[in-house]
């Protein structure tokens, strides 16, 4: 059983340059979330899907946009990447009702110079 | 906004003593969770425990227990009989109606053999 998958593990961009990282579930959760984690700051919400269909803008959503492909699968886009999103990117999954806890992808580490 | 307030960055205990990390929220709600998730070196992010907030009774895992305190919004999480296993950052996370989960900067255990 996989969990929650995030591509790719590690990236490299220029200023200026776009791509996106891509995240799918199987575990069939209603619910899918974008996290970045930078020293200090613990993780902060970028934008989350509460269901297929929806997305919504979380803490930090400047410079990101999302897409929810299907159940299964959520990417988040950088269209012009900047050295302040350098950062650590998470995944994320959960089934709908508060006592559901997230389940995380294992990251991934983006560098922008 | 919610907001989890982590007052410690770094925390050290002796390898099988007991140490308690904190953690206090700001919320309007009356029904949330509370979770703290560990998230050693390899960067993978795991659950610890949760809480209901409208449960009296303190959670436990294993060596792995709360301090709830409603009224003051502080929970609190004391590790017991601590391994050299537990050696990793820790983050106090709140979720309620809106959805998402908020997270806090996280404290960073050492556990000194």
């Known amino acids: 059983n996989a969990g929650v998958t995030q591509t790719p593990k590690f990236q490299v961009l220029k200023t200026g340059q776009s791509m996106t990282l891509q995240c799918a579930q199987d575990?069939?959760?209603?619910?899918m979330y974008w996290y970045r984690q930078d020293p200090g700051m613990g993780l902060r919400l970028i934008y989350y899907s509460a269901s297929e269909g929806t997305t919504d803008k979380g803490e930090v959503p400047n410079g990101y946009n999302v897409s929810r492909l299907n159940k299964r699968e959520f990417s988040l886009r950088l269209e012009s990447a900047a050295p302040s999103q350098t950062s650590v990117y998470f995944c994320a999954s959960t089934e709908l009702g508060l006592n559901s806890p997230l389940h995380f992808g294992n990251g991934t580490r983006l560098t922008v110079t | 906004a919610q907001t989890v307030t982590q007052s410690q960055p770094e925390m050290s205990v002796q390898e099988a003593e007991t140490v308690t990390l904190s953690c206090t929220y700001d919320?309007?709600?009356?029904?949330?969770?509370l979770f703290w998730y560990k998230q050693p070196p390899s960067r993978q992010m795991i659950l610890v425990i949760r809480?209901?907030?409208?449960?009296?009774q303190n959670a436990t895992e294993n060596r792995f227990s709360v301090n709830f305190q409603k009224a003051a919004k502080s929970f609190s999480l004391k590790i017991s009989d601590s391994q050299l296993g537990d050696a990793a950052m820790y983050f106090c996370?709140?979720?309620?109606?809106?959805?998402?989960?908020?997270f806090g900067a996280g404290t960073r255990l050492t556990v000194k053999p």
């Open positions: 575990m069939n959760h209603n619910s």
């Open positions: 809480q209901e907030a409208y449960k009296q």
């Open positions: 919320t309007s709600e009356s029904d949330y969770y």
């Open positions: 996370a709140y979720r309620s109606s809106g959805n998402d989960m908020r």
